[in-house]
């Protein structure tokens, strides 16, 4: 089945600073979405995201299917942005997969 | 909109009882899933419906673990008899088309002992 990676698997940051989540996917996909789960495990729809890119926000996301990989980016961070952030995708039918995560801490 | 509404929140049993997870997923949504995360193991599909009929179950770890979906309100996964490493947290999670936004209930974290 298709594999998923995230990097890095965690990331400190002190509020305000930016930041940059990357997933790579071993195939091609017709579905790709971020989600972040919150440190209280509520798990929130970001982006459906299969090509190209969308803005939501301080929060923004790029897919370059050709490539195989998608970024999340997170500009002007919050102690809220903390939790772990998942790409999960989905080939042609397959089940959706999700990536292990990002676990993001935000320092005040 | 209430969102997709998962019972018990926490769930503490003894191994070999029956389990039964509940979720109501969020009205007009067609497609509803169960998934399992763990530490180990991270988020896993366990199974999905579509307008109340099971299309892929091949998540679904061994035969101790069933679901089913009787209407279009309600949904429930079941385990008998459970077991120590059943122990996770498990979301139901409804959307209007396949794979495209996805809700999330809270989660039920099963403990069994």
């Known amino acids: 089945g298709i594999q998923v990676e995230q990097s890095p698997p965690d990331l400190i940051l002190q509020e305000g600073a930016n930041s940059t989540l990357r997933c790579n996917f071993s195939?091609?996909?017709?579905?790709l979405q971020w989600f972040h789960q919150n440190p209280w495990g509520q798990l929130i729809n970001l982006f459906y995201i299969p090509s190209g890119t969308k803005q939501n926000g301080r929060l923004s996301a790029t897919t370059v299917a050709t490539e195989r990989y998608s970024l999340l980016y997170i500009s002007s961070s919050q102690t809220t942005d903390s939790g772990v952030y998942f790409c999960?995708?989905?080939?042609?039918?397959?089940?959706?997969?999700f990536g292990p995560g990002t676990r993001l801490s935000v320092l005040p | 909109d209430a969102g997709v509404i998962q019972s018990p929140r926490h769930e503490v049993t003894e191994m070999g009882q029956e389990v039964t997870l509940r979720c109501k997923p969020i009205?007009?949504?067609?497609?509803l899933f169960w998934y399992r995360q763990t530490m180990m193991r991270g988020l896993e599909l366990l199974i999905y419906?579509?307008?109340?009929?099971?299309?892929?179950d091949s998540g679904m770890p061994e035969d101790r673990f069933s679901a089913k979906m009787p209407n279009a309100s309600f949904s429930t996964l079941k385990i008998q008899p459970s077991e120590p490493r059943d122990s996770a947290v498990y979301f139901c999670?409804?959307?209007?088309?396949?794979?495209?936004?996805?809700?999330f209930g809270s989660g039920t974290r099963l403990t069994v002992v």
């Open positions: 195939d091609s996909v017709n579905n």
């Open positions: 009205s007009g949504h067609d497609y």
């Open positions: 999670a409804s959307s209007r088309l396949q794979g495209y936004g996805y809700t």
């Open positions: 419906f579509n307008n109340n009929v099971p299309i892929d």
């Open positions: 999960a995708v989905e080939n042609y039918g397959q089940n959706f997969v």
